[in-house]
């Protein structure tokens, strides 16, 4: 089996490449593919090195599989040709998520929606997978008729260079320096600012809209209310949200407690005596989905409202790893 990492050097596609590693797979099943800008870059894979070629149609010649996180553009360009060739395309980009014809899958979610593909698969926006894996196994239990969601966004889902801006503006700051932002609109470091994505004409960013279409799609349920507000922190690359849900049923937090306790992907972190809950230092580097903060929504005397608050791996659950278990969900 041939699969290619396209997007090999950014931030996801190394997450990818770690991932694969972890899974033992072959460096010989292993393509690796950039921009003409890192064609010839070594990189340490599994304790060898592969070396990075450029992105072209024949590149992807006789590739089984391609893990795509090179942006919307890139996508655009190179995945429905490589379907068209028999390659299966799970693609990180935001460039079909919304086509009748590409499933949108999240394992823990809608796992048999990823074997109606036509060749093309496409991995949910970050905040959207760490929500719906805390949300869904709720839902299968009681309706939910209404989410509101406010996000803290590392500065990973910008990208390896934003990461990096993070660092030096950190350090810029700390010793005096003015800092130029050039990746991210605004200074990341010491700085809360909202979501660098297009804001339409009814005042949502993208990514707000995207937690909104998303969910509908993967829950098959366009009916539930949802809005959402994100924002970037200061974090390189756990996403925090604060979640406050509305079932069709009242609830009880400890119910709540208990559905989450046996869900897939998700830790509870919720220890009231010590105030200890999700943190992104702790969800970093993690598979899982930290969710805490489990109580009873006091305003919503119906008894229907929960708050909670979660933390998940943005460059992981988030993208690199939902692919690869979407790869999984096929190959096994
Ligand atoms: P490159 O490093 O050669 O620019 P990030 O999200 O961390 O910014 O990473 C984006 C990834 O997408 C990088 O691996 C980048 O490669 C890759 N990429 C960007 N544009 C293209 C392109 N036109 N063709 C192939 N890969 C691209």
């Not at 949802?226 to 509305?246: D, G, Q, Y």
């Not at 400890?254 to 306790?261: A, G, H, P, T, Y």
């Amino acid at each position: 089996m041939q699969i290619a990492v396209v997007g090999a050097t950014g931030a996801v596609g190394q997450e990818m490449c770690s991932i694969l590693a972890q899974r033992r797979v072959p460096a010989d099943c292993l393509r690796l593919l950039a921009s003409a800008r890192s064609a010839g870059t070594r990189v340490p894979y599994a304790g060898t090195d592969l070396t990075v070629r450029e992105l072209t149609k024949d590149a992807l010649a006789g590739v089984d599989f391609a893990l795509f996180s090179a942006g919307a553009e890139t996508t655009r360009a190179f995945a429905k040709p490589a379907a068209a060739n028999g390659t299966v395309v799970i693609d990180n980009s935001s460039a079909f998520r919304m086509d009748s014809d590409v499933p949108l899958v999240i394992p823990e979610v809608n796992p048999q929606d990823a074997h109606q593909h036509h060749g093309l698969i496409a991995n949910p926006n970050c905040s959207t997978i760490i929500m719906a894996v805390a949300v869904w196994p709720m839902h299968r239990v009681n309706p939910v008729r209404r989410i509101i969601v406010s996000t803290y966004q590392a500065v990973s889902g910008a990208g390896a260079a934003a990461m990096q801006e993070l660092r030096d503006q950190t350090r810029r700051v700390l010793d005096g320096q003015p800092v130029e932002p050039k990746v991210l609109p605004h200074q990341s470091a010491f700085n809360v600012f909202s979501h660098d994505s297009p804001i339409d004409e009814s005042g949502y960013n993208t990514e707000e809209r995207k937690m909104v279409n998303e969910t509908h799609k993967m829950f098959h349920d366009n009916t539930i209310r949802i809005t959402a507000t994100c924002v970037r922190v200061p974090v390189l690359r756990a996403h925090s949200e604060s979640i406050n849900l509305t079932f069709d049923q009242p609830i009880r937090a400890q119910k709540v407690r208990d559905i989450l306790e046996a869900a897939p992907g998700v830790r509870v972190v919720d220890d009231r005596a010590g105030n200890c809950f999700p943190m992104s230092i702790d969800a970093a580097g993690q598979d899982e989905v930290l969710v805490g903060r489990i109580r009873q929504d006091r305003s919503d005397p119906s008894g229907c409202s929960i708050a909670l608050f979660v933390c998940g791996d943005q460059l992981r659950k988030g993208a690199a790893l939902n692919a690869i278990q979407i790869l999984n969900l096929l190959t096994s």
